[in-house]
C-alpha cells in the first residue's frame, strides 16, 4: 500500500486477555517504530526495528510487552494479561533507514480494555 | 537521556493571528529536532526538521521554526493562522547516536473564527 496500514483499527478486550496489533509498514522501509499515545501523556516509545531485529526495545513497559517482525516486512505487537493501563492508541512508523529519514506513521490501532 | 518540553498543552488563537508554538531541548549537542502535525483520527505527519544546517527551518503548510542554540529551542511559528491548522502539534528530537525519536507531550492548537 501507499501508507503504513494498522490493523484493527479499534479493538475492545476484557482484562487479562491477549491482543495482538498488527502493523504493516511502507514496501521497502527497513526501520520500523511502534509508539504508544496515552491521553495527556504524549508519545511514548516502545520499540524500534532495524529489518528483523530490534537493537532498541529499552520502552517496552513490562514483559507482557513484545514485538517481532518477519520478512523485514509487518510487526505484530503482542500484549498478553491485558490491564486497563494498557488502553491507549498505539501507532506505528517506518523509514527507509533509521537515521535522520522521516518517520511515515499509521493512523494506530485504538485498544480499550475493560 | 533527550528530552523536549512544549510549554502550553493547550494554545487557542484566532483566525489570521501569528501561531507560536513552544519546545524547548535539553541536550548539551545540539540535537535533531522535529515537529510533527497530528490531525483528528489520522496518524502523524512531519512539518520540518533541523539537522545542523540552516537555524531557521522552512516547513508545510506556511510553518517553520528557528534553531536558537542559545536558548535551547525549537519555536513553531506561522505568520497567519487558518482554521485547517486546528490539530495537535509535537515537538521530537533525536541524539546523534539514537535511532529512535523521543516526543513532547504535544500542544493542541484551535483556532477561534
Known amino acids: 500500500g501507499a501508507g503504513v496500514s494498522q490493523s484493527p483499527s479499534n479493538k475492545v478486550t476484557e482484562k487479562g486477555k491477549d491482543v495482538e496489533l498488527r502493523c504493516d509498514p511502507i514496501?521497502?522501509?527497513?526501520?520500523l517504530y511502534w509508539y504508544r499515545q496515552s491521553l495527556g501523556q504524549g508519545l511514548e516509545f516502545l520499540i524500534y526495528?532495524?529489518?528483523?531485529?530490534?537493537?532498541?526495545k529499552s520502552g517496552l513497559p513490562s514483559d507482557r510487552f513484545s514485538a517481532e517482525r518477519t520478512g523485514g516486512s509487518v510487526s505484530t505487537l503482542t500484549i498478553q494479561r491485558t490491564q486497563q493501563e494498557d488502553s491507549a492508541v498505539y501507532l506505528c512508523?517506518?523509514?527507509?533507514?533509521?537515521?535522520?529519514?522521516?518517520?511515515?506513521f499509521g493512523e494506530g490501532s485504538r485498544l480499550t480494555v475493560l | 537521556a533527550q528530552s523536549v518540553t512544549q510549554l502550553g498543552s493547550h494554545v487557542s488563537v484566532s483566525e489570521g493571528a501569528l501561531v507560536l508554538l513552544r519546545c524547548n531541548y535539553s541536550?548539551?549537542?545540539?540535537?535533531?529536532l522535529f515537529w510533527y502535525v497530528q490531525y483528528p483520527n489520522q496518524g502523524l505527519q512531519l512539518l520540518l526538521k533541523?539537522?545542523?544546517?540552516?537555524?531557521l527551518v522552512k516547513g508545510i503548510n506556511g510553518f517553520e521554526a528557528e534553531f536558537k542554540k542559545s536558548e535551547t529551542s525549537f519555536h513553531l511559528t506561522k505568520p497567519s493562522a487558518h482554521m485547517s491548522d486546528a490539530a495537535e502539534y509535537f515537538c521530537?528530537?533525536?541524539?546523534?547516536?539514537?535511532?529512535?525519536?523521543?516526543f513532547g507531550q504535544g500542544t493542541r492548537l484551535t483556532i477561534n473564527p
Open positions: 512508523a517506518s523509514s527507509l533507514s533509521g537515521g535522520l529519514g522521516e518517520l511515515f
Open positions: 514496501s521497502g522501509h527497513t526501520a
Open positions: 526495528f532495524q529489518g528483523n531485529s530490534a537493537p532498541d
Open positions: 541536550s548539551s549537542v545540539p540535537p535533531y
Open positions: 533541523y539537522t545542523s544546517a540552516a537555524t
Open positions: 521530537a528530537v533525536r541524539d546523534h547516536q539514537a535511532q529512535k525519536l523521543v
